[in-house]
Structures are given as structure tokens and as C-alpha cells.
């Protein structure tokens, strides 16, 4: 019934529930996609310890991409970590975002941090989507499980997508980096509760082959989600407001 108070669960029964919704989907989609980054590491002549360790500490697919990318080109240790971090601001909104489902009293800022690292845009469509119905209690545990249970089968998919370099076709490790937003797509549909939200998502469909034309793909999603984020956010408020 509307209104009643979702159960409570025991912390590891919430921490298990967590594992179970990652398996379910999105925990390998995710390590799908990031298949692809152990052969990338292979081919800049790295270990298969540094392979499985990007996908640990970096945890995103475009930064461990700018990562060997940069070792293949000869760039500085400082170079490599300011354009890994660069590349990592666009979490810095979906973390924000999380904040309010994440936080509990008595947490430390190192706590903070450390729920922070596991924010992608997977687990930021699927936080936003499953972290709400469940007791206030139970979020971080159920969190710290799904956030786990992703980072670690990724990082074991890394291992093997290193191990395979040579026998998997070049085409399919470029294809399988794609799932991870195909994927997104999906959940960020799923998670649709108003017509802003359809807005928002028709909007970036229709305006990024456009604004790919007219600014390049240098600051074309950043254009796009400028605009048809406000456009429908003024939707929303107009259709609130009437």
C-alpha cells in the first residue's frame, strides 16, 4: 500500500540482495564491456596485474582507454593522471546525484570517498532506480554489495580479455566496450517516472548527431545535455506550474 515503510533487512541480507540485482544484469553487462580493456593493456606491453588493476582503481572504461592510450604514446606519469582525472569529471554530477540515498549519519569523509569510487553511469541509472524502495538503513550495505559485485567481475573480465589478446577478434573487443552504454540506455529508460524524463532522453537521441555536425565531437554531448537537460527541466516546471 502506498505509504507503508519498505521492510528492513539485516545488513548482510542487504548486502546479498545488492550481489543478487548485480548478477542479475547489470554486473555483467558492465564486465562485458570492459573485456576489451585487457587487450588494450596487452598491447602496450603491460602485466596482466596492471591490466586487472585499472579496471580496480580507475574503474571506467573511457579512463583506462586515455590511460594505456597514453602510455602507448610516451606522455608523463602526471600527464596520464590529469587527463584520467579530467576524463572522470563527468561523475562528479551522478556522484552529487547519489549523495542523498548514500548518506547516513556518522559517516566519514573517507567513507564518503571511498561509496564515491563505484558511482558510474551504470550504477548511478540503477542506484537512482533500486536504492530508493528500499529502508534508508539498508541502502549502503545493499550499495557496497552491487557496487562490489560489479567492480570485481569487471576486473576479472579484464584478466580474461587479457589472456585472450590474439584469439578474440579485434571487432568483437571493440564491440564489447559498447554494452556498458547500450546497457545505460536501457536502465536510464527503465527508470522513467515523467514526461521530463522522456524529454530529456529524446532530446539527447535528436540533438547530438546535430550538434556533432555543427560543434564536433569535442564538446558535443556537453552541448547536448546543456540544452536539452534545460530544455526539459523548463518542461517540467511549466507542466508543474500549469
Not at 548482510?12 to 548485480?22: E, P, Q, Y
Not at 536504492?131 to 557496487?147: C, E, K, T
Not at 527503465?190 to 537521441?205: L, M, N, P, Q, W
Amino acid at each position: 500500500m502506498h505509504g507503508v515503510s519498505p521492510a528492513q533487512l539485516t545488513t548482510f541480507r542487504a548486502v546479498l540482495k545488492g550481489v543478487r540485482d548485480a548478477l542479475s544484469l547489470p554486473a555483467p553487462m558492465v564486465a562485458a564491456g570492459l573485456l576489451g580493456v585487457g587487450p588494450l593493456a596487452h598491447a602496450v606491453g603491460h602485466p596482466l596485474g596492471v591490466a586487472v588493476a585499472s579496471t580496480l582503481f580507475i574503474w571506467a572504461g573511457p579512463g583506462q582507454i586515455i590511460f594505456f592510450g597514453g602510455i602507448a604514446a610516451g606522455l608523463s606519469p602526471l600527464g596520464i593522471a590529469l587527463a584520467v582525472g579530467l576524463s572522470a569529471v563527468r561523475f562528479l554530477p551522478m556522484t552529487i546525484s547519489m549523495l542523498p540515498l548514500i548518506r547516513r549519519p556518522g559517516q566519514s569523509l573517507g567513507e564518503l570517498l571511498y561509496l564515491s569510487h563505484f558511482v558510474t553511469v551504470t550504477i548511478w541509472s540503477e542506484g537512482l532506480r533500486r536504492l530508493p524502495p528500499l529502508h534508508p538503513s539498508n541502502r549502503v550495505p545493499y550499495y557496497i554489495g552491487f557496487g562490489h559485485t560489479c567492480v570485481v567481475l569487471s576486473g576479472f573480465a579484464t584478466g580474461v580479455g587479457y589472456l585472450m589478446t590474439g584469439s578474440a577478434p579485434q571487432a568483437l573487443a571493440a564491440a564489447l566496450l559498447f554494452l556498458s552504454p547500450l546497457f545505460f540506455t536501457v536502465s536510464i529508460a527503465a527508470g522513467i517516472r515523467r514526461v521530463a524524463d522522456v524529454a530529456a532522453i529524446a532530446a539527447g537521441f535528436f540533438l547530438q548527431p546535430l550538434a556533432s555536425r555543427l560543434i564536433g565531437p569535442e564538446l558535443d554531448l556537453l552541448a547536448v545535455g546543456l540544452i536539452g537537460g534545460t530544455a526539459a527541466f523548463m518542461l517540467d516546471r511549466a507542466r508543474n506550474s500549469a
